[in-house]
């Protein structure tokens, strides 16, 4: 089975690639390509997508570099600054520049923010006509205000991360997010069980979510994700794989190699490059 991680971090204390100051309080440890490439090779993961950090806030260079350094194992997502009437153009330089998507990530339960404001329209536009997908880091809340967005642009991308942080007890916010089924580019990620549950691996109180989601958008329309290094206050990369692919037993047999692999090359055609 061929496995891709579509949900990784990674960054270094390097000149090359400062921290910018008004950030402040970067890691102290690296998370470096190399780092990650070990635990790819240690747990059978034959490529990854990237997604730049906030530590380093617009600055995708770091990203854009072990993309370029190592074609055949990295495709990554930069991040915009949604309040830079410039935004559209610098996504399409970091395009030219070797990344495959942009990520946006409004608060969760704000409003009246830049999310609802004039800028979303030509960030949206540009992402769509560049054919790269959208990653929403973002709560339940906010989704009405992206299927506004998604009715506006209908061949654009969208990959909702980590379940919208949807909490298993939350029955309003888990039907918001099924609700996004209706629109066939919309892609979610089963990743973050173990920040949501209450329990210790492998977090079985977060299958009846998982597996609504998995029945609603099917096997084609989801995947997993490690979200390494931000896993590691409660799950090793190791165990953020084998919870779906060994624990989750409600995920038919066929549809895993969808939910490991193949939905990921839907978005990012690591074959293509």
Known sequence: MRII?????????????????????????????????????????AQTVLVHPIHYLWDNSYVTYAVNKYPDKFMGVGRLNPEDPAAPDHASMWMEK????????????????????????????????????????????????????????PNLQVCIDHMASVHPDDAEGRQALLDLARYPQVFVKISHTWTLSHEGYPWRDTYDQV???????GADRIMWGTDWPVCLSKAEYAQALTVVRDEMKFIAPQDLEWVLGKTVLRLWDFDAK
């Open 5 to 45: 991680d579509p949900h990784v971090h990674i960054w270094v204390n390097d000149p090359a690639f400062p921290w910018p100051a008004e950030k402040g309080n970067p890691p102290e440890d690296d998370r470096s390509a190399e780092m990650l490439l070990e635990l790819m090779e240690t747990n059978g993961v």
């Open 211 to 217: 597996e609504a989601i998995y029945q609603t958008f």
């Open 98 to 153: 070797g990344l495959h998507g942009m990520r946006l990530s409004p608060s969760g339960d704000g409003e009246n923010d830049w999310f609802d404001g004039p800028l979303m329209a030509p960030i949206f536009a540009r992402l769509e006509s560049l054919g790269v997908p959208l990653l929403m880091l973002t709560g339940a809340k906010r989704l009405p205000r992206l299927a506004q967005l998604m009715d506006q642009h």
